[in-house]
């Protein structure tokens, strides 16, 4: 986000015999009161079930407005701001471009079509309301039809919802409005008259370039920079590379006109495909979690309770109004996009409320007094202020409206967790693999993602733990620190991709057993170097054939040996095919019966299916329920 005043900063006493220690016990007692009103309310509304956020805001206005602890807000807000910079880049660590390409029709289709509409009926509903003249109407009206990045953003992490698909749609559309920024600053200086009539078209310019040398350096400097450091070993190094990174593309951004999150959240991206993008994550999440705290309590220290006061009735009506009229907008533009009910009530749920870049136009706006009066922009600003602290009753409310099943979620436990075996996801495979280690005498640490299926194994006496393999957070509590081997039993191929390069970058020491989709995946499983994989078809698929012989009269014995045959063959096929592509091998089909005996090797080359699992690879199994 762009900084909200160049001059925040200005209030440094200057160095000389006169400076008293004033100034440092300020800045101690306020870092205190911060950190101490985090530590009290988050808890404490997290218990209520309002969410850490709304727990944030309380303490800022408590602290602020009520109790006038902390007099200069803009400074606070100016330094939390960091904790949004830093929320965009870990989102970019998440994104591969690749990925970010397959949502450009998310993010400049329906996120234009947001902002134009919500901007067009909110501009409508100002210059009814009189507020303003109609060209400060638009202004407030498509500033008012920004939401909140910060906030959605923390409400689909805290609710693991950032990687579902209602959760990369609300990315998109949040992801348009931090470009829009840009075309909509310029409306300001067009519409404020001929006073300053100056060209955008440079500042365009200079914002695309600045755009080009992000992607530029990130493709050819930053992995580079972090492997020179990694050699080192110096881990403080690397932690200050990585702060170096973020703060210093959110600064060339913010130079080029544009949004410092934005910066950030491209280098972000950048770094998304880099074998280091989990060390990063894990070096930048502390001053995250941090300064977005601080950064929630500085919205509600900048609350001016007078100004609500003044206008109350117009505060009580005008915001609802503005959530109302965003929700409605937002749910038929995702219903017209293709979301289905239940994800499309979920984002309008979700980015109702007004945004940080709000702060911005309407100052912006009321500089010069040209569209609207200083005293207009305090109003707005509450208003906005006041629509983020309803986002977590918003976003809880939406789930009422909600009609289908939706995952459900569990708190995370991992007291006792910790074996030489980590089994992650509790699959129709994973529970016959567990009956055998556990009948070995062995203990095995299970992590799965489906609060029914833990629910169930709970009802046969088993202990499964709640969590998100894909976390690496979730993998270090579940113990994988200590384990020696790492079952992999998901059923999704994506999900099963993911943790296994999590843990071969994470923790090499682990052994990775890992559960193949198909033939494909276990090729691909081979090449990325996993210590075992194996397809769940297979093995039920040799005893289902030889017991079909036997039934045919073929005796126990016999039956046996061809099954063992045909393993001995599909084993060296996959070598083959690791190492020759997938055609390799077909010559050790069987495409019809061998004469006379059944374990003679055939006469005639084999013919190659096309469309059998395990013969050639095509994907046949389904995806498990559960």
Same mark, same amino acid.
């Given at each position: 986000?762009?900084?909200?005043?160049?001059?925040?900063?200005?209030? !440094?006493?200057?160095?000389?015999?006169?400076?008293?220690?004033?100034?440092?016990?300020?800045?101690?007692?306020?870092?205190?009161?911060?950190?101490?009103?985090?530590?009290?309310?988050?808890?404490?509304?997290?218990?209520?079930?309002?969410?850490?956020?709304?727990?944030?805001?309380?303490?800022?206005?408590?602290?602020?407005?009520?109790?006038?602890?902390?007099?200069?807000?803009?400074?606070?807000?100016?330094?939390?701001?960091?904790?949004?910079?830093? &929320? &965009?880049? /870990?989102?970019?660590?998440?994104?591969?471009?690749?990925?970010?390409?397959?949502?450009?029709?998310?993010?400049?289709? #329906?996120?234009?079509?947001?902002?134009?509409?919500?901007?067009?009926?909110?501009?409508?509903?100002?210059?009814?309301?009189?507020?303003? =003249?109609? *060209?400060?109407?638009? /202004?407030?009206?498509?500033?008012?039809?920004?939401?909140?990045?910060?906030?959605?953003?923390?409400?689909?992490?805290?609710? =693991?919802?950032?990687?579902?698909?209602?959760?990369?749609?609300?990315?998109?559309?949040?992801?348009? *409005?931090?470009?829009?920024?840009?075309?909509?600053?310029?409306?300001?200086?067009?519409?404020?008259?001929?006073?300053?009539?100056?060209?955008?078209?440079?500042?365009?310019?200079?914002?695309?370039?600045?755009?080009?040398?992000?992607? $530029?350096?990130?493709?050819? &400097?930053?992995? %580079?920079?972090?492997?020179?450091?990694?050699?080192?070993?110096?881990?403080?190094?690397? /932690?200050?590379?990585?702060?170096?990174?973020?703060? =210093?593309?959110? @600064?060339?951004?913010?130079?080029?006109?544009?949004?410092?999150?934005?910066?950030?959240?491209?280098?972000?991206?950048?770094?998304?495909?880099?074998?280091?993008?989990?060390? #990063?994550?894990?070096?930048?999440?502390?001053?995250?979690?941090?300064?977005?705290?601080?950064? +929630? $309590?500085?919205?509600?220290?900048?609350?001016?309770?007078?100004?609500?006061?003044?206008?109350?009735?117009?505060?009580?009506?005008?915001?609802?109004?503005?959530?109302?009229?965003?929700?409605?907008?937002?749910?038929? #533009?995702? !219903?017209?996009?293709?979301?289905?009910?239940?994800?499309?009530?979920?984002?309008?749920?979700?980015? %109702?409320?007004?945004?940080?870049?709000? +702060?911005?136009?309407?100052?912006?706006?009321?500089?010069?007094?040209?569209?609207?009066?200083?005293?207009?922009?305090?109003?707005?600003?509450?208003?906005?202020?006041?629509?983020?602290?309803?986002?977590?009753?918003?976003?809880?409310?939406?789930?009422?409206?909600? @009609?289908?099943?939706?995952?459900?979620?569990?708190?995370?436990?991992?007291?006792?967790?910790?074996?030489?075996?980590?089994?992650?996801?509790?699959?129709?495979?994973?529970?016959?693999?567990?009956? /055998? #280690?556990?009948?070995?005498?062995?203990?095995?640490?299970?992590?799965? +993602?489906?609060?029914?299926?833990?629910?169930?194994?709970?009802?046969?006496?088993?202990?499964?733990? +709640?969590?998100?393999?894909?976390?690496?957070?979730?993998?270090?509590?579940?113990?994988?620190?200590?384990?020696?081997?790492?079952?992999?039993?998901?059923?999704?191929?994506?999900? @099963?991709?993911?943790?296994?390069?999590?843990?071969?970058?994470?923790?090499?020491?682990?052994?990775?057993?890992? !559960?193949?989709?198909?033939?494909?995946?276990?090729?691909?499983?081979?090449?990325?170097?996993?210590?075992?994989?194996?397809?769940?078809?297979?093995?039920?698929?040799?005893?289902?054939?030889?017991? @079909?012989?036997?039934?045919?009269g073929v005796s126990e014995a016999e039956a046996y040996e061809i099954g063992e045959d045909i393993r001995k063959r599909d084993e060296q096929r996959l070598?083959l095919q690791v190492s020759e592509g997938l055609q390799a091998g077909t010559d050790m089909l069987y495409s019809r019966p061998v004469k006379p005996e059944?374990?003679?090797?055939?006469?005639?080359?084999?013919?190659?299916?096309?469309?059998?699992?395990?013969?050639?690879?095509?994907?046949?199994?389904?995806?498990?329920?559960?």
């Open positions: 986000m762009a900084v909200y005043r160049s001059h925040v900063l200005q209030h !440094r006493l200057p160095y000389g015999k006169k400076q008293t220690m004033s100034a440092p016990n300020s800045l101690f007692t306020e870092t205190l009161m911060l950190l101490g009103g985090a530590v009290v309310t988050a808890p404490i509304f997290k218990k209520l079930g309002l969410g850490t956020v709304l727990g944030y805001l309380a303490a800022g206005v408590v602290i602020g407005p009520i109790l006038h602890g902390i007099g200069d807000s803009e400074a606070v807000l100016a330094v939390a701001e960091l904790g949004v910079v830093f &929320l &965009l880049f /870990i989102i970019g660590l998440e994104l591969k471009p690749s990925r970010l390409w397959q949502m450009r029709r998310d993010i400049f289709g #329906l996120g234009s079509a947001q902002v134009i509409l919500s901007g067009l009926a909110l501009t409508l509903a100002a210059y009814l309301a009189n507020i303003a =003249g109609w *060209q400060g109407s638009i /202004i407030i009206g498509f500033g008012l039809a920004l939401s909140s990045t910060a906030f959605a953003m923390q409400i689909l992490e805290q609710q =693991g919802d950032v990687n579902t698909k209602y959760g990369q749609r609300s990315f998109s559309m949040l992801l348009l *409005q931090d470009l829009a920024i840009v075309p909509l600053l310029a409306l300001v200086t067009v519409l404020d008259g001929p006073k300053e009539a100056t060209n955008p078209l440079p500042d365009l310019a200079v914002a695309v370039g600045a755009v080009a040398a992000m992607i $530029i350096a990130g493709r050819y &400097l930053l992995t %580079p920079l972090f492997q020179v450091i990694a050699r080192t070993g110096a881990r403080e190094a690397m /932690i200050a590379a990585a702060l170096l990174v973020v703060m =210093g593309s959110a @600064t060339l951004m913010q130079l080029a006109g544009l949004s410092m999150a934005m910066g950030a959240f491209l280098s972000g991206v950048m770094l998304a495909e880099s074998s280091y993008r989990h060390e #990063l994550e894990a070096d930048i999440e502390p001053f995250r979690g941090v300064l977005l705290a601080i950064f +929630f $309590i500085a919205v509600g220290l900048s609350l001016k309770l007078d100004v609500i006061v003044d206008n109350w009735v117009l505060i009580l009506l005008a915001v609802p109004v503005v959530m109302i009229v965003k929700a409605i907008v937002i749910y038929a #533009l995702c !219903r017209v996009a293709g979301s289905p009910h239940n994800d499309a009530v979920r984002i309008a749920g979700l980015l %109702p409320q007004g945004g940080e870049f709000g +702060f911005v136009l309407f100052s912006a706006a009321s500089a010069s007094g040209g569209l609207f009066s200083a005293s207009t922009a305090s109003m707005l600003i509450a208003i906005v202020t006041l629509s983020m602290a309803l986002t977590p009753l918003s976003a809880a409310l939406s789930k009422r409206l909600i @009609t289908a099943d939706t995952q459900e979620e569990l708190d995370e436990d991992f007291e006792g967790a910790g074996s030489d075996v980590l089994m992650i996801g509790f699959s129709r495979f994973g529970q016959i693999a567990a009956q /055998i #280690l556990l009948a070995s005498g062995r203990d095995v640490t299970v992590i799965d +993602f489906s609060a029914d299926r833990i629910r169930q194994a709970s009802s046969f006496g088993f202990r499964i733990y +709640f969590g998100d393999g894909t976390r690496k957070e979730v993998l270090r509590s579940a113990g994988i620190d200590r384990a020696k081997i790492v079952v992999v039993s998901t059923h999704l191929r994506e999900v @099963t991709d993911k943790i296994v390069e999590l843990v071969q970058t994470d923790y090499p020491h682990a052994s990775l057993f890992v !559960r193949s989709y198909d033939r494909i995946h276990s090729i691909e499983l081979r090449h990325k170097g996993v210590d075992y994989e194996l397809r769940e078809t297979l093995e039920s698929g040799l005893l289902f054939g030889r017991r @079909t012989l036997e039934a045919l070598v059944p374990l003679v090797k055939p006469k005639r080359a084999a013919e190659a299916y096309s469309d059998a699992d395990d013969l050639v690879a095509l994907p046949q199994e389904e995806p498990e329920r559960a």
